[in-house]
T-cell receptor, first 115, second 115 residues
Framework: AQTVTQSQPEMSVQEAETVTLSCTYDTSESDYYLFWYKQPPSRQMILVIR??????QNATENRFSVNFQKAAKSFSLKISDSQLGDAAMYFCALYSGAGSYQLTFGKGTKLSVIP | EAGVAQSPRYKIIEKRQSVAFWCNPI?????LYWYQQILGQGPKLLIQFQNNGVVDDSQLPKDRFSAERLKGVDSTLKIQPAKLEDSAVYLCASSLMVMKQETQYFGPGTRLLVL
């Protein structure tokens, strides 16, 4: 079975500052994919960034970057120059497993941005 | 490109009643997913279709939940009879194929309240 753990239920950051959201995971597969999804109050889940496990280089998307530590099974999300629109629930997700390739989500971290 | 469409957006029913949700995936996406998201948790996969065939329904409570995807496009998820613990947001997602690297795109969800 695969699991995803987000240990920070809530985080806050000052506008324009940097914040890091933590995620750890567990899987027995060697080939897997990791994602961070953002869910604003409107409830539509939006992909923020993805990381292929076979790639050593950390993924970046504009102000969003990840710190992927494969041996430690850690996948944190860094948001630089935080903006008010970044306020949302952030979910870490793991796509793994043979056959159905089920996407497993963590419980989420609620990020607040303070003006 | 139109996103994943879902209806209704909100539904309130009494326990033991039945309810149905509809999802229209992104055009050309072969894979469709239904997730249940209980308040304060991450989404949990209920069922996954590849075209009109079921790939994974291991977490679908089959005594009360059913889903179909006729003609490999639109899908409906039904609950009959509903229980209080079915109160949740039901998310539909789609992807091009059922492969690990494929990004899932989510609809806005249907918020169900069972009284």
């Amino acid at each position: 079975a695969q699991t995803v753990t987000q240990s920070q239920p809530e985080m806050s950051v000052q506008e324009a500052e940097t914040v890091t959201l933590s995620c750890t995971y567990d899987t027995s597969e060697s080939d897997y994919y990791l994602f961070w999804y953002k869910q604003p109050p409107s409830r539509q889940m939006i992909l923020v960034i993805r990381q292929e496990a076979y790639k050593q280089q950390n993924a970046t998307e504009n102000r969003f970057s990840v710190n992927f530590q494969k041996a430690a099974k850690s996948f944190s999300l860094k948001i630089s120059d935080s903006q008010l629109g970044d306020a949302a629930m952030y979910f870490c997700a793991l796509y793994s497993g043979a056959g159905s390739y089920q996407l497993t989500f963590g419980k989420g971290t609620k990020l607040s941005v303070i003006p | 490109e139109a996103g994943v469409a879902q209806s209704p957006r909100y539904k309130i029913i009494e326990k033991r009643q039945s309810v149905a949700f509809w999802c229209n995936p992104i055009s050309g996406h072969a894979t469709l997913y239904w997730y249940q998201q209980i308040l304060g948790q991450g989404p949990k996969l209920l069922i996954q279709f590849q075209n009109n065939g079921v790939v994974d329904d291991s977490q679908l409570p089959k005594d009360r939940f059913s889903a179909e995807r006729l003609k490999g496009v639109d899908s409906t998820l039904k609950i009959q009879p509903a229980k209080l613990e079915d109160s949740a947001v039901y998310l539909c997602a789609s992807s091009l194929m059922v492969m690990k690297q494929e990004t899932q795109y989510f609809g806005p969800g249907t918020r169900l309240l069972v009284l």
